[in-house]
């Protein structure tokens, strides 16, 4: 399961048909991002938007506007994913970002509750399914 962080709620209902949420991913491994295109190439509603090595690299991206979702890996060299994150949600409100990592849920750094982020997602539970759900929710 998924975990919601307090955040702000968004409200997104089942996508219109034959259009895709587009997903960027921001993950300082290519590893992941590789694996997460392959998850996201799989299905059907939702595309792969684009993909960041670093924190500030999200942050210079995400003004553009290009994008539904956001998959933010917590650490990273540099800008971490939660200061990365409550620099987009600044300025992206409608955006959805949902923070990841191989933390369990109580060992996340008490400033992910209040980075604007929707969601904490372990890494090693990204599915189709939950990404959906995730969606669905509003983050």
Do not use: N
Not at 11 to 17: E, F, N, S
Not at 75 to 87: K, L, S, V, Y
Request: one cysteine or more; glycine letters at 8%; aromatic letters at 6%.
């Amino acid at each position: 399961m998924y975990t919601i962080v307090p955040s702000k709620s968004l409200g997104h209902d089942d996508v219109v048909a034959g259009e895709q949420i587009r997903v960027w991913v921001v993950d300082d491994q290519a590893s992941f991002r590789r694996a997460t295109a392959a998850t996201l190439a799989a299905m059907d509603d939702f595309v792969m938007a684009g993909e960041c090595e670093t924190g500030e690299t999200a942050v210079e991206q995400m003004r553009s506007g290009d994008g539904d979702m956001v998959l933010m890996d917590i650490h990273m060299p540099g800008m971490g994913g939660i200061e990365a994150a409550r620099q987009i949600c600044s300025v992206r409100t409608d955006l959805i970002i949902v923070l990841m990592s191989t933390y369990d849920i109580e060992d996340l750094p008490a400033a992910a509750a209040d980075c604007g982020a929707a969601s904490y997602l372990h890494k090693e539970r990204l599915s189709p399914d939950l990404l959906r759900r995730i969606w669905r929710a509003g983050g």
